[in-house]
């Protein structure tokens, strides 16, 4: 094409920018060749005009089409420049948010700054076994890509992960080893590739960092090879490291830390393990401190520590080793906060004597402090003669000391690897490996030093591969294709490599300076300035002498000479060195023991050998340099990557900040330009970059043929002739043999033609269908206008000729005779309404009256009756809870009373006397006290007013005296008051005095009577402690006299013991009862009002105090008020013939109540009766009869709890009955059973009374037993006060006869009660039966109504067939079954008249013979013999010798197809047989070994025919109907619900087998998961192809470019590709694994469960595919699946599989393609989205929207702000972290129990199983 072509109007081109390097254009105004400007317009609708010059300023790059941009291979760009690949990676990097991009071979990492979930398990099995190109770009499709490569080529493969620091090389390394580990499992149980992932921790801790652009840097490069043997499995590894950055242990620049392991060490400091250590805070170490920030964002320390020992010792370091480690490691921290002093005279040095840190560098290490010391500060000078000790300065030492700990670190870090390679070192031979090179990227600071300078020297060896094994990939494509090519120009970097490594380059020059005595890095520098100075790689600053610039491949780099000497020699003193191998622990003097060089381990496979030999340094000054080491080892990587098949992982940095997911062009493009993408962009440029197959070119370009070339069958030569008409020139594109090869820019011009195209089809289109759209609208108009006008002319017409008949009319009749005629008729018809309106009106007015009238009376009829009956009702239930409150006063007054009188006299009476006395002595004392204060008080007050009165006087006297006698009478007043006072005051003393008297009588009297009752109390306790006394007496001497009744006792005690204990827990349970009978009474009278008088809480709480007397308690109380409740619910009428019946529970409640305590009371008063007689009154009877009567009252009290909640069942059962009779009345079965109910409750109630009768009645017994011994014998208060005070009968055999009758008593209604709770109880199981019954009935009946429902009319139809089917073969059964007994009963009849017949014919023998002798002719009878039918029992017998015959026969080489004919699970039957047999004989060693080799047969089977479907199908059917047989024929009634008669005396007999069965069901859980193993091994290759590939749908999906795609080197293009499989062939195989499973039996709900499995399968792989392709994220691969996923259930519809919910499963699948499908665009579209897809996360949607892909230029891609809408918008999901599906998920397997309808005697066996050794029983 021309370039006016190119450059036209809308041709949207890239210009460059200052700040974003490229800014996308559009150009306004065709562009003519030789113009000086370019019209353009920016994205901001900014007008520019662009200078266009032939030399300085070329034509701008043109940008790509829409549909080509985030192409996931930037190859398949049609323009590759920079801009264009930069653009692609920057819309994947933000929109979609991809990370990785193809770039031909090379894949491109951008590092995200965030956890991302997509490296689980799920995504590496989904990329496992794929093809690169078939899948979204991943680090696992180049891991499986290599791993793929080592298998089928047998060679061995490396990935080279580059980039600078921060580009996330570290994770990506570690990435492709967790993927080689998965895949590549080691077989044995070393678990090699969970060592090699461990050693991932302990590099990161030793070797990485953190710098100012990345908080994990990688200090050093290593390659790890990881072995395989010929199954390619992880066998073992190998790690290889190059050049660690030392200087970081002494230095850090700011915001920069030292290596991790430092601050792990220091933030776990305090932990007792690492005390020795004497560590503090990272802060206080000079090593640490340098960058001024000691924590990472994010980052513990701690916790990464221990997950470094963990690591270790996963390797097999032994703690006592990592203890060294660490000590060392410490030693360092210490070393470098050693202070060295400067002496006066500045040329010499020394270390502080109480250096704490010197002592613990020593300490830790185990070297002499004086020595290490001395050695800081003085260095050894060897001469040829003499030896000198040569002090050094402080800036020297300070050097020494620095060098010694870079040292030391540096001989650690090797050890440490060392001891890695060993732990992941094999014994195996290593077939091939794979390497993973984890190397830093080309870098460039602002201060570069060696570091920099060695590092960028490796990244142009690592260029200069890579460049040549492009070109070489890019030769053998056109080789393989056989098109012509020409040497593509690329750029060689090897004059850069030998201005570096060639002879007297610029390291040869650094050696020989290292070399001179005083060489220095200025003498350096001038060396290389001199003879370097005219190559076109190296410059010479302008503005320094010390520096040098080198051109590298990537950029200009100035290097600082300073300090280039220092760090290649690496120089560190021997003396120092010397000590630390002295130490005293053998890891540290190890470290530094010198080793002879030897070379490098070599791998299986490559044979390196050195270009040179290198002789041996003559002594340990000439020691090989750090750039010579560098150098050879670099060489040596270089020969193994060489010896490899190379994959490259390009990691780039997207911006300084560490922000995530913010794009920095200017930054990203260096790093393009470094890595190496460019180069290949450039290269793939120079040749043919696009490329088409020719059915893909085909199927997207075929809109630009005409019909007659599309006739022709080769489409080969249809391309050829379309290519050679469309573009001209014949250079632009090559024909291979299976591709098309363009040049660049083809594509896109094609795409142009291609919319064009598109465009004026569109055109033509719109332009036919709006004309026809015109013609058909005048057509409708003019038909309209025509049809209009007919009506309008008919309607005229008709107009016109009624007016003339009007007219005509007019003249025949008169106007007045019709007005006279109709005023008439009008004004009689209103006459007659008029009247009929009155009357009816009147009528219905008094009507309505009436009503009114009747409702009114009814109501006053109506509030009178129910005014009377509430108030009947009130003071019934006022009068019945008056009664019982006085009933309950009255008995609460007496037991109130008859404590008072016992309280009385009783000690505690008088201690409570006393303290009552005392205080009120208290009180008298207090008023006493308040008296006298009185006293006092007014005694002050008379004597003020005395003195007072006195001055008054005084004054007075004064004043009279003056004025004389005027004054007498006032004075002789005023010395009246003051007697009169005085008096007072005297009476007031004199009543002091008198109560002062009285106080202390009183007084005096209270403390008598104080000592009074102390002197009683103290006699009380004498008289106490004398009884306890005695009765130890009596117990020891009764002890002493009868041994051998102790143990009786003992025996009796402890079963009253533990009668006891269980009395304390039925009290426990009855209070437990009680309480729950509280609450829910409280929430009752809470929920409803309660008629009669309550009291409150605290009222009743007081009447609930414990008592000796039991009359009335609490508990009756609320049987009461649970009375009158029930009374309110069931109503008036209902409730009153039960308020007896409970009145007449609760006396008996009562009536129990009262005589279980009195019995307790008896019990125990003879217990301390039977220990206060002594030895000769006891006897082994009376302490039988004593337990007796202990467990009798016990076993009452049980019989009582137990009444109670029989009485309250029956409570609620009459309460339930009620409601429903009360709600259906015309169910007369329901009323029946209450009426029953009542009637069995009042006759149980009748006779509890009568029983009742008889207890008082023997009680009264009792009493009056008690009262006559009270009379005949006296009382012995000093043995048994306690029984004396209470007065009870004393005469055990009075008592134990009373006993005996209350006991034959007690048990005659312990009977009563039980019979009546078992008929009780009989009679509710029948009701519950009878319910259950008709409830499983409703329910069948509904199921099999609702399903039917749900049927179409021809299934329905087939339906009803099949049940009716199903109902005459249960028919059948029924009636063979009914014949089977006929006959069996008809033989047994025969049996016995022939036994008959034979005793008849004897019995006529002998009358025969006793007859006369005459002779008689013999009768002659002829006999036949008749073969008796033999009855089979379902059994087969077989010989011992022949189990093993058995086992071969019927598992080991049976084959299904062999019983396919017969019934089905036939070898399951027959095993069962024998086992029955087994069972029959009562052989239970038979039983054993036959079930015992029956599963390991079937073991050894599915392990031998592990991938075969029909086997493990076959297999699984027969166990689980074993199973069946052994659950069926078990004997447990649970199981033989669904039994005939003939198969219940099948059962077992002898032997239970739950055992074996649960060993069955187990197996049947292995076979299962195996038959899914292998079901979903078969149909998973299939499921990929079959739902996302394969055109079900003719001509829907379109094609576009494919980039990368089919362009895998792991796929085999000569044998055709990977094979295709259609949907028609996957359901063709499920349906096959569908019949199988079927033919041989299996139950129906396993087969669903298995298909259901299935399809969880093939939603798992199909969604998890969608979600990594691109390719498959359009609008029409979207209809596609959905067309897919209706057949597959479709599929499930045509086999009955609906109830399997195998459709639920494809839920997500069908969603993602509605998803594909829907609109997206508008806020709406986003609430619809997030409603429909209810199965997806939005993790899962927003991959989905950020994949779609427009196919033409006509659709639209989702915008990221729609996408945002999607994440942000608030939604009620609980979705998993995880994006992908869990394709090994398995849902929970159920083996619901199938009882077989097949009869065992009836089975036959084939005579082709060859099983003719067994004999049916």
């Not at 050679?724 to 896109?748: N, P, S, W």
């Amino acid at each position: 094409m021309s370039v006016n072509e190119l450059y036209s109007k809308y041709t949207r081109v890239w210009i460059p920018d200052p700040d974003h390097v490229w800014r996308a254009a559009e150009i306004v105004r065709d562009y003519k060749e030789g113009e000086p400007v370019l019209h353009l317009t920016l994205e901001d609708d900014t007008p520019l005009e662009y200078p266009v010059g032939p030399k300085s300023n070329p034509l701008p790059f043109l940008r790509n089409p829409d549909i080509l941009v985030g192409e996931n291979d930037l190859t398949a760009l049609s323009y590759l420049h920079e801009p264009a690949v930069l653009h692609n990676l920057k819309v994947r990097f933000l929109e979609p948010n991809h990370i990785y991009t193809y770039c031909g071979i090379v894949l491109v990492a951008i590092n995200p700054y965030e956890q991302l979930h997509i490296y689980g398990e799920e995504v590496i099995r989904a990329y496992s076994g794929q093809n690169m190109g078939d899948m979204d770009p991943h680090i696992f499709a180049v891991a499986e890509e290599a791993y793929k490569q080592m298998a089928r080529d047998e060679r061995n493969q490396s990935i080279i992960v580059s980039g600078e620091s921060g580009a996330g090389k570290t994770v990506s390394a570690k990435y492709a080893m967790r993927f080689f580990a998965t895949v590549g499992g080691s077989t044995s149980d070393t678990n090699v590739e969970e060592k090699v992932l461990a050693s991932s921790p302990i590099m990161e801790a030793i070797g990485n960092a953190k710098t100012t652009r990345n908080d994990n840097s990688s200090r050093f490069g290593k390659y790890i090879e990881i072995g395989f043997n010929r199954q390619y499995r992880i066998i073992g590894a190998n790690m290889r490291t190059y050049l660690l950055e030392k200087s970081r242990v002494v230095f850090q620049a700011e915001d920069e830390r030292n290596y991790h392991i430092f601050y792990q060490l220091c933030a776990s400091a305090s932990l007792p393990e690492y005390k020795d250590l004497c560590l503090a805070s990272a802060e206080d170490f000079t090593f640490t401190s340098m960058g001024e920030n000691i924590f990472i964002e994010g980052v513990n320390d701690a916790e990464d520590l221990e997950k470094t020992r963990e690591a270790f010792t996963l390797l097999g370091i032994k703690e006592g080793n990592q203890s060294s480690i660490f000590k060392v490691i410490a030693s360092i921290l210490h070393l470098g906060n050693i202070e060295i002093c400067s002496q006066r005279d500045g040329e010499s040095c020394h270390v502080l004597r109480d250096d704490l840190h010197l002592k613990h560098f020593c300490t830790l290490l185990g070297v002499e402090l004086k020595q290490m010391e001395h050695w800081l500060c003085h260095r050894k000078l060897v001469t040829a003669t003499e030896t000198y000790v040569k002090n050094m300065s402080t800036k020297q030492a300070e050097n020494a000391r620095d060098a010694l700990a870079k040292h030391i670190y540096a001989r650690m870090f090797d050890w440490i690897v060392e001891h890695i390679n060993k732990a992941l070192h094999t014994s195996s031979k290593q077939h091939s490996f794979i390497g993973v090179l984890d190397i830093y990227g080309f870098e460039t600071f602002e201060v570069n030093s060696f570091e920099q300078f060695c590092i960028n020297y490796a990244n142009e060896k690592l260029q200069q591969q890579f460049n040549s094994h492009v070109f070489k990939l890019e030769q053998e494509e056109y080789m393989k294709e056989q098109i012509p090519w020409t040497l593509i120009d690329f750029y060689d970097n090897q004059p850069c490599i030998d201005l570096i490594e060639a002879r007297l380059g610029i390291l040869d020059l650094l050696d020989e300076e290292c070399k001179v005595p005083k060489g220095t890095d200025e003498n350096w520098a001038q060396k290389l300035y001199k003879q370097h100075s005219v190559s076109a790689h190296f410059q010479k600053p302008r503005m320094s002498n010390v520096s040098f610039i080198i051109v590298h491949f990537a950029d200009k780099v100035e290097y600082q000479s300073e300090g280039f000497l220092e760090k290649n020699r690496d120089t560190v003193y021997g003396e120092q060195i010397n000590i630390l191998k002295a130490s005293e622990f053998q890891l540290v003097a190890d470290l530094f023991h010198d080793k002879d060089d030897v070379a490098p381990p070599k791998s299986s496979r490559v044979n390196v050998r050195p270009a040179k030999s290198t002789p041996k340094a003559p002594n340990k000054e000439h020691k090989k340099t750090v750039g010579h080491q560098f150098r050879s080892s670099l060489h040596l990587l270089m020969e193994t990557l060489n010896a490899t098949t190379p994959h490259y992982v390009r990691c780039i940095k997207p911006n300084d900040l560490k922000e995530p997911f913010m794009f920095d062009s200017r930054r990203a493009v260096q790093q393009l330009r470094a890595c190496g993408v460019l180069e290949t962009i450039r290269i793939s440029a120079a040749g043919y970059p696009s490329r088409w197959t020719y059915p893909d070119f085909f199927n997207r370009y075929r809109v630009l043929l005409k019909k007659s070339e599309m006739a022709s069958a080769d489409k080969k030569l249809v391309c050829r002739n379309l290519l050679e008409t469309l573009i001209k020139d014949h250079d632009m594109f090559q024909f291979g043999k299976t591709k098309i090869f363009f040049r660049a820019g083809q594509v896109a011009y094609l795409e142009k033609l291609r919319a064009d195209r598109f465009r004026s089809a569109c055109i033509k289109i719109q332009k036919t269908v709006r004309g026809w759209l015109q013609r058909v609208r005048y057509r409708k108009v003019r038909k309209m206008a025509v049809s209009l006008q007919r009506y309008g002319r008919g309607y005229l017409a008709r107009r016109h000729a009624d007016f003339l008949r009007q007219t005509r009319a007019a003249l025949l009749c008169q106007k007045q005779y019709r007005m006279v005629r109709d005023r008439r008729a009008y004004l009689r018809v209103r006459r007659a309404v008029v009247t009929i309106q009155a009357f009816t009106r009147g009528m219905f007015t008094r009507r309505i009256y009436q009503e009114f009238m009747l409702h009114h009376k009814a109501m006053l009829i109506q509030k009178v009756v129910r005014g009377w009956l509430q108030r009947r009702r009130f003071r019934r239930a006022r009068d019945a809870a008056i009664t019982i409150q006085c009933l309950f006063r009255r008995v609460r007054a007496r037991r109130r009373l008859k404590q008072l009188k016992v309280e009385a006299r009783s000690a505690e009476r008088l201690k409570s006397l006393n303290s009552g006395m005392e205080n009120k002595i208290v009180q008298l004392q207090r008023k006493m006290d308040d008296q006298s204060k009185e006293l006092r008080t007014h005694n002050e007050q008379l004597l003020q007013v005395n003195n007072k009165l006195q001055k008054q006087l005084e004054e007075v006297q004064s004043r009279q005296g003056g004025a004389g006698g005027a004054g007498g009478a006032q004075l002789s007043s005023l010395q009246e008051e003051l007697d009169r006072l005085r008096e007072e005051l005297q009476e007031a003393s004199a009543q002091r005095k008198r109560m002062e008297e009285e106080h202390g009588k009183e007084k005096t009297g209270l403390q008598l009577r104080v000592e009074e009752l102390e002197k009683e109390n103290a006699l009380l306790k004498s008289e106490k402690e004398e009884m306890n006394h005695r009765i130890l007496q009596l117990t020891k001497s009764s002890g002493e006299d009868s041994g051998s009744v102790s143990l009786m006792e003992t025996s009796l005690q402890a079963e009253l013991d533990a009668e006891r204990q269980r009395y304390q827990n039925l009290l426990k349970q009855k209070t437990t009862v009680e309480q729950r009978y509280d609450n829910l009474k409280e929430e009752l009278s809470m929920s409803k009002f309660q008629p009669g008088h309550r009291r409150n809480p605290s009222n009743q709480s007081s009447l609930e105090s414990d008592s000796n007397y039991t009359s009335i308690s609490t508990s009756e109380l609320g049987d009461t008020e649970d009375s009158i409740q029930l009374v309110e619910e069931m109503g008036l009428e209902k409730a009153a013939m039960d308020i007896s019946l409970f009145m007449k529970l609760q006396k008996r409640v009562r009536e129990l109540e009262q005589e279980r305590r009195r019995l307790q009371v008896n019990l125990d008063k003879m217990e301390e009766l039977a220990r206060s007689r002594g030895s000769e009154s006891r006897s082994s009877t009376s302490e039988q009869e004593t337990a007796d009567l202990a467990y009798n009252n016990l076993k009452r009290q049980e019989l009582e709890s137990e009444n109670k909640k029989l009485k309250k069942d029956l409570n609620e059962l009459r309460k339930s009955i009620s409601e429903r009779a009360s709600e259906n009345d015309s169910s007369k079965e329901l009323q029946d059973s209450y009426n029953l109910l009542l009637s069995q409750l009042r006759s149980a109630n009748e006779e509890l009374d009568g029983r009742k009768e008889e207890v008082l009645i023997l009680r009264t017994q009792i009493v009056s037993a008690a009262h006559i011994r009270e009379n005949n014998q006296p009382i012995q208060s000093s043995e048994a006060p306690e029984v004396s005070e209470d007065k009870e009968p004393l005469d055990s055999e009075e008592a134990l006869k009373a006993y005996h009758g209350l006991r034959e008593s007690k048990k005659l209604l312990e009977a009563q009660l039980q019979t009546q709770s078992r008929q009780h109880g009989d009679e509710l199981e029948a009701l519950h039966t009878q319910i259950e019954l008709l409830r499983d009935d409703i329910e069948k009946k509904q199921e099999i109504l609702s399903y039917t429902a749900s049927l179409s009319p021809e299934a329905r139809v087939e339906y009803s067939v099949q049940q009716e089917i199903t109902r005459l073969t249960n028919d059948n059964l029924d009636l063979k079954e009914l014949v089977e007994k006929l006959e069996k009963n008809e033989r047994k009849l025969k049996k016995q008249l022939r036994i008959y017949m034979k005793k008849v014919q004897e019995l006529e023998a002998s009358q025969a013979a006793a007859q006369t002798s005459r002779s008689r002719p013999a009768l002659s009878r002829q006999v036949t013999v008749q073969r008796k039918e033999k009855d089979f029992e379902g059994m087969l017998e077989y010989y011992k010798e022949d189990e093993a015959l058995l086992f071969k026969t019927l598992i080991t080489d049976i084959r299904p197809n062999t019983v396919s004919a017969t019934v089905p699970c036939l070898p399951a039957y027959i095993l069962f047989m024998c086992i029955r047999h087994a069972d029959y004989v009562n052989d239970d060693q038979k039983v054993e070994s036959l079930l015992t080799s029956t599963i390991n047969a079937i073991k050894k089977v599915l392990k031998k025919n592990n991938e075969d479907f029909e086997m493990t199908s076959f297999w699984l059917a027969n166990t689980s109907r074993l199973l069946h047989c052994l659950k069926q024929y078990s004997g447990d009634e649970a199981f033989m619900t669904q039994n005939t008669g003939k198969q219940n005396e099948h059962c077992l007999k002898n032997f239970d087998l739950a055992e074996y069965r649960q060993v069955l069901s187990d197996l049947s859980i292995q076979i299962y998961q195996q038959l899914i193993k292998v079901a979903e091994g078969i149909i998973q290759p299939m499921i990929v192809s079959a739902m996302l590939e394969s055109e079900s749908i003719p001509s829907l999906a379109g094609v576009k470019t494919m980039g990368y795609r089919n362009r895998s080197s792991s796929m085999d293009v000569d044998s055709g590709g990977p094979a295709t499989y259609t949907l028609q062939a996957l359901i063709r195989q499920l349906g096959q694994f569908h019949g199988t499973m079927r033919d041989h039996g299996l139950d129906p709900e396993i087969v669903g469960q298995v298909v259901r499995q299935l399809f969880h399968c093939v939603n798992a792989v199909t969604l998890n595919n969608l979600l990594l392709r691109k390719d498959v994220c359009s609008w029409s691969n979207g209809m596609q699946l959905r067309y897919n996923t209706s057949q597959m259930e479709e599929w499930l519809r045509a086999n009955n599989l609906s109830h399997s919910k195998a459709a639920e499963t494809l839920e997500p699948i069908i969603q993602a393609a509605q998803l594909l499908q829907v609109k997206k665009k508008t806020t709406q579209d986003a609430e619809a989205i997030c409603s429909l897809c209810s199965a997806l996360s939005t993790q899962q949607i927003v991959k989905i929207l950020n994949l779609y892909t427009p196919l033409n230029e006509f659709e639209e891609r989702v915008s990221v702000s729609f996408i945002r809408s999607i994440q942000t918008r608030p939604q009620q999901r609980h979705d998993p972290p995880q994006l992908l599906m869990d394709t090994k998920h398995m849902f929970p397997v159920l083996f619901p129990y199938t009882p077989s309808a097949l009869s065992l005697e009836t089975l036959h066996i084939p005579a082709s199983l060859g099983l003719d050794f067994l004999i049916r029983v």
